[in-house]
């Protein structure tokens, strides 16, 4: 079979669109869905009753679909590459970033006291910090790293936690009950977001088919050599 007609059967649903509004709709619904989806699934992390996992999975799926619509479906290899790091990099940043965010400005403050501190080591060997917290009602809660425990807080320590309005969220613990948010880890989740839904915008609105692709070649390196059947020797 001829290759161009190869061409034409593969991957209609992505790169036979023609230039021109389709094409542009088509672009910015996938610009949005990766990032959008990698954020909720950084989000979803941060929830308790085993949510981490679905939370992980979400990302690892945007993250391979985004790869592979750029990739596969679009012919553009380095778009597929920056989509594919940025969006995990994404739901690394975004779920702690927003949870910080949720917590330090919705959060009801509550005073309390910090009873004790230290150090876990699990199965492989890593340290994770804990915080076991009082608050007036006089009921102890353990916090660890993901609620801003880090090895900071010492025994007897006045904190305020900033517990979440829903009662889903475990409390995100702080030395002063000042709202400032830290701009940093919302700036590198915002530039994630917006480089991973232009990358594949523009991956969209400048996607190869495999036809384009078999002219590049030709105009570069001439048609493709075909062998014949074996010449006849004469006697």
């Not at 079979?1 to 991957?11: L, N, P, V």
């Not at 619509?69 to 975004?94: E, K």
């Not at 994630?192 to 070649?217: K, N, W």
Request: glycine share 16%.
């Amino acid at each position: 079979m001829d290759e161009a007609r190869i061409a034409e059967r593969k991957g209609q649903a992505f790169e036979g669109l023609p230039p021109g509004p389709a094409r542009t709709r088509n672009s910015l619904f996938w610009a949005a869905l990766i990032p959008v989806t990698a954020t909720l699934g950084g989000v979803l992390a941060q929830y308790p009753y085993g949510m981490l996992w679905v939370g992980v999975l979400l990302v690892l799926a945007a993250a391979g679909i985004g790869a592979g619509v750029a990739g596969s479906g679009w012919n553009r290899a380095g778009v597929a590459t920056v989509v594919g790091f940025g969006t995990m990099a994404l739901g690394i940043f975004a779920g702690p970033s927003l949870y910080e965010a949720y917590a330090m400005r919705l959060g009801e403050r509550v005073e309390a006291v910090v009873v004790d501190t230290g150090e876990r080591t699990n199965l492989k060997g890593d340290s994770r910090s804990f915080c076991r917290v009082a608050d007036p009602s006089g009921r102890v809660r353990e916090l660890g790293q993901q609620q801003n425990c880090y090895g900071t807080f010492t025994r007897g320590q006045h904190v305020v936690l900033f517990e979440d309005p829903l009662g889903i969220l475990d409390p995100r613990i702080e030395a002063t009950g000042d709202r400032t948010l830290a701009p940093l880890g919302l700036g590198i989740s915002g530039g994630l977001f917006l480089l991973v839904g232009g990358a594949m915008l523009s991956g969209g609105l400048r996607r190869r088919s495999d036809r384009d692709l078999l002219e590049e070649h030709r105009r570069k390196h001439g048609p493709p050599w075909r062998s014949g059947p074996p010449s006849k020797r004469t006697m």
